[in-house]
């Protein structure tokens, strides 16, 4: 859900993503205040089919083809399922189980490092229960079960939020009446940048990062300059539409801009914001229709345009372990009442492929039940095994003199360690009436979001004639997200053969201990992994 407000002199967007992806779903609309459109000139609600591609691939690549509420949606995809079979198994032996069911394909991944096939195919509403226990009966069939739906989870350099404007003093170089970097002062991110340095390769060539989400602005300054090194959307929308593919990844909601940005924002070019990674090559996906004018926040969000499907997910997961991704970031998230992570779901086998692949696939744990308060348990894809779970924590600063760091209110949390589930910053603002800077997490937002225009401005206190900068305030454990992916990806180029368990033990045994139970190992603490990883 998202709202707009003049905030201290200057304009930003709040976009407070507690629950579900309704996230910043759109960049807003419902509220009166966002104009109509769906802005960036985009019309198609599947892949685009023009717009912007980052210059390193313009010409080298192309395509054959309070806490607010959230309301009740599916938690699956009307018509759609998964059928898992052994590779042996053959496409004749899938198509014939498909054919028992008079299914239309939409889509097939063939996932070589664990020996399976998955086929999604159509079949007419209502009848997915007595398709899947056709199936299931069926020799040679793994696994089969519904297609899901998953939603957006938001809620030293010279860069200027980052180095701290006039008033603000360390550790956090930001207070609560001036914007800044706080996050990333509070996983000492500095101090990881000066080990890799020391340790070539040197900085700036982290391991590559797949930001999976709703697109990627390619065009923002803190984007541009062939940091994006490959992009691709996969999208079927609406139910039973065949799976649309392209180049083109335009955002038009703002939420995939953020994310990349939090992981890889250009560092050390005086402008903005850094990112966790210092600047990590990033592979930019689209799984999100294009968002309705009305926005996806509120009532809106169970309009299933507001949605992406995981066998797209799987799509671009399979193509981001393919194309050289080493991390995988997926700010993304079930519903509340979806039920268990399932081994039939698209997403599960194609996770469980690229962490065969040795890729490390870092999710959201979640952002609460559907008013907002943290479960006891973790979304899907964070609750897949062998991925890394992210909850958020947020400043307590009621005493600005004594701060202290608390696990965010509405993020879904485990008891105990795990050994892969940790807190890194994602926010802990209640409502977007809250006006402290310390209880968001500011960064990048997309120019093409259908209410772009004015929060694409130059960065606050920049000179006459300075780039624009688009940014927004976010609160989540989608932002919470791409903290550690980012340092994943610096592990990984001081131990490039490390394993996704290895990268998820480093980041555990280094974690601060903020004495929540609910913390899993602790808070992220980025200068302290890299230099376990280098022990």
Aim: glycine share 12%; with cysteine; net charge negative.
């Amino acid at each position: 859900m998202s709202f707009m407000m003049a905030h201290r002199g200057f304009s930003l967007a709040l976009c407070f993503s507690l629950v579900f992806l309704s996230a910043c779903a759109g960049g807003g609309g419902g509220n009166g205040i966002l104009p109509s459109g769906n802005g960036g000139g985009q019309t198609s609600l599947e892949c685009p089919s023009s717009g912007s591609l980052p210059a390193s691939i313009a010409s080298s690549h192309s395509d054959a083809a309070g806490r607010i509420a959230s309301p009740a949606r599916s938690a699956f995809v009307p018509g759609q399922i998964a059928i898992t079979l052994h590779r042996a198994a053959g496409a004749a032996r899938a198509s014939a189980l498909t054919g028992l069911v008079h299914g239309d394909r939409a889509a097939d991944l063939d996932f070589d490092a664990t020996g399976m096939q998955l086929r999604v195919i159509n079949v007419a509403p209502g009848t997915e229960d007595a398709a899947l226990a056709t199936l299931r009966s069926q020799p040679g069939v793994v696994a089969a079960g519904r297609v899901g739906y998953r939603s957006r989870l938001s809620i030293s350099a010279n860069d200027p939020y980052y180095a701290g404007y006039p008033g603000t003093t360390a550790p956090y170089y930001e207070n609560a009446s001036t914007p800044g970097q706080w996050d990333m002062h509070d996983i000492n991110v500095s101090g990881a940048w000066n080990q890799v340095a020391a340790n070539p390769p040197v900085v700036g060539s982290a391991a590559p990062i797949a930001v999976i989400d709703t697109g990627v602005d390619v065009t923002h300054p803190e984007l541009s300059g062939g940091k994006i090194v490959r992009t691709r959307c996969f999208v079927s929308y609406p139910v039973g539409s065949a799976q649309t593919t392209g180049q083109y990844v335009t955002d038009t909601d703002g939420h995939g801009t953020n994310i990349a940005g939090i992981a890889s924002a250009d560092s050390n070019n005086s402008l903005g914001f850094v990112g966790t990674s210092y600047d990590a090559k990033l592979l930019a996906y689209r799984i999100f229709p294009t968002d309705p004018s009305t926005g996806c926040e509120g009532s809106n969000a169970t309009n299933p345009q507001c949605q992406a499907y995981t066998g797209d997910e799987a799509s671009a997961i399979n193509d981001a372990v393919a194309n050289g991704a080493k991390v995988i970031s997926l700010s993304l998230g079930t519903d509340p009442g979806a039920g268990a992570c399932s081994v039939a779901d698209p997403e599960y086998q194609a996770v469980e492929n690229a962490i065969a692949h040795n890729v490390t696939v870092v999710a959201a744990a979640g952002n609460g039940d559907q008013a907002g308060n943290a479960e006891a348990h973790l979304d899907c894809p964070a609750g897949d095994p062998g991925v890394i779970a992210v909850g958020a924590s947020g400043l307590n600063d009621a005493n600005p003199l004594a701060i202290t760091e608390e696990i965010a209110p509405y993020s879904n949390y485990i008891v105990g360690s795990n050994g892969r589930y940790l807190l890194a910053p994602g926010g802990n603002a209640t409502s977007s009436s809250d006006l402290d800077d310390l209880h968001w997490i500011e960064g990048l937002y997309s120019s093409t979001a259908l209410n772009s225009s004015q929060y694409c401005i130059p960065d606050l206190g920049a000179a006459s004639g300075a780039p624009n900068d688009c940014r927004l305030l976010f609160v989540g454990t989608s932002q919470a997200t791409p903290h550690v992916s980012g340092v994943a990806a610096m592990i990984l180029t001081v131990r490039p053969n490390y394993t996704p368990q290895q990268v998820a033990t480093a980041l555990c045994n280094s974690a601060v201990d903020i004495g929540n139970l609910k913390e899993g190992c602790g808070r992220l603490d980025a200068s302290a992994a890299v230099a376990y990883a280098l022990a």
